[in-house]
Nanobody, 124 residues
C-alpha cells in the first residue's frame, strides 16, 4: 500500500512558476513509476508527466514539454513537478500517482495509487 500526499499548489499569474511535491509512504517508493496528472473543471483527467524508478527516463505531455520538469528523490520518497512559464490553461487539480506496471503509462488506467490532489490556478 502506498499513500501519496501532494503540496505546493496555489494561485500564480501567467508566466509564473510553481513547484509541486508529492511525498509517498512506504519503503518501496523506488520501484514505482511516478506520474503527474491534472484535471480541469468539466474535463477528463489528463497526463502531464511521469518518471521511471531510476529517475533517468521521463515522459511529458506535448502541452507542457519545455515548461515543466519532473524529478524524484528516492531517498526521501518524493517526486517533484517544477512548472515554469505557466499559462491559464494549466489551471486544474494536480494529482500524483504511482504504478508498478510496465508499458504505456501516459493514461490514468495503470496507476494504482493516487494522492488527494492540489489546486493550481493560473490567472491571466
Amino acid at each position: 500500500q502506498v499513500q501519496l500526499v501532494e503540496s505546493g499548489g496555489g494561485l500564480v499569474q501567467a508566466g509564473g512558476s510553481l513547484r509541486l511535491s508529492c511525498v509517498a509512504s512506504g519503503r518501496t517508493f523506488s520501484r514505482y513509476t511516478m506520474g503527474w496528472f491534472r484535471q480541469a473543471p468539466g474535463k477528463e483527467r489528463e497526463f502531464v508527466a511521469n518518471i521511471k524508478s531510476s529517475g533517468s527516463d521521463k515522459t511529458y505531455a506535448n502541452s507542457v514539454k519545455g515548461r515543466f520538469t519532473v524529478s524524484r528523490d528516492n531517498a526521501s520518497n518524493t517526486v517533484y513537478l517544477q512548472m515554469d512559464s505557466l499559462k491559464p490553461e494549466d489551471t486544474g487539480i494536480y494529482y500524483c500517482a504511482a504504478t508498478a506496471a510496465l508499458g504505456v503509462l501516459s493514461t490514468p488506467v495503470p496507476y494504482d495509487y493516487w494522492g488527494q490532489g492540489t489546486q493550481v490556478t493560473v490567472s491571466s
